[in-house]
């Protein structure tokens, strides 16, 4: 709980910040501090997974069936937007589509902005952006009442980035490289599957 309220905090201290000084908020210095602070982060995941080096093995021991789980966090993904459909004034290939962004939203909303339209691109962005974080807060909570595995399904193709540190922080280095592996197949399905699924429907 103390790693989800600080999370949140953050979250809410950067919103209010941005609401109040908007004069000081450069888009650009602050996409590279962004940038600066991932990358030190990632750095330290590194460092982690390669100093644990008996974990690496485990890891070389399952094989094959560590695809399982981005092909896994892709179905559920598509199921859960296809039942979403339901419940929204949106056709099931807009929500598929949408869907199958896996959270990396700067990508799949100028590819559905470029392929299909405007509208559509700015709803996978919102909803990709909104999948992202909501992530930091399931992750922790995930990680430590459901399953290690199960924590890597919220972030989607962000685990090879953005939230791999919170994954590697709240559970352990296998399941970090899990994750990393998961988001770096999630990430690569992406420029193919929302042609992909534009094109079949």
Request: charged fraction near 10%; proline fraction near 4%.
């Amino acid at each position: 709980m103390k790693m989800i309220s600080c999370i949140v905090a953050a979250v809410l201290a950067g919103i209010a910040l941005g609401w109040m000084l908007p004069s000081l908020m450069n888009p650009e210095v602050l996409d590279q501090v962004i940038t600066y602070v991932l990358a030190v982060m990632l750095f330290g995941v590194g460092i982690s997974i390669g100093y644990n080096r008996r974990e690496l093995v485990k890891i070389k021991a399952v094989g094959w069936r560590i695809i399982l789980v981005p092909v896994a966090i892709a179905g559920g993904s598509l199921l859960g937007a296809s039942i979403a459909s339901m419940f929204l004034d949106m056709s099931l290939k807009e929500v598929l589509v949408v869907g199958a962004g896996f959270g990396w939203y700067s990508l799949s909303s100028v590819l559905i902005t470029q392929l299909y339209s405007a509208e559509l691109g700015a709803i996978a962005f919102l909803a990709n952006v909104f999948r992202e974080l909501m992530a930091f807060v399931l992750i922790p909570f995930l990680a430590i009442h459901i399953g290690k595995i199960v924590a890597i399904a919220p972030g989607g193709a962000t685990t090879m980035d953005s939230t791999l540190p919170i994954i590697a922080k709240m559970t352990d280095t296998p399941t970090a490289m899990i994750a990393f592996v998961s988001g770096l197949i999630l990430t690569t399905m992406v420029p193919f599957l929302i042609p992909l699924l534009l094109a079949i429907y």
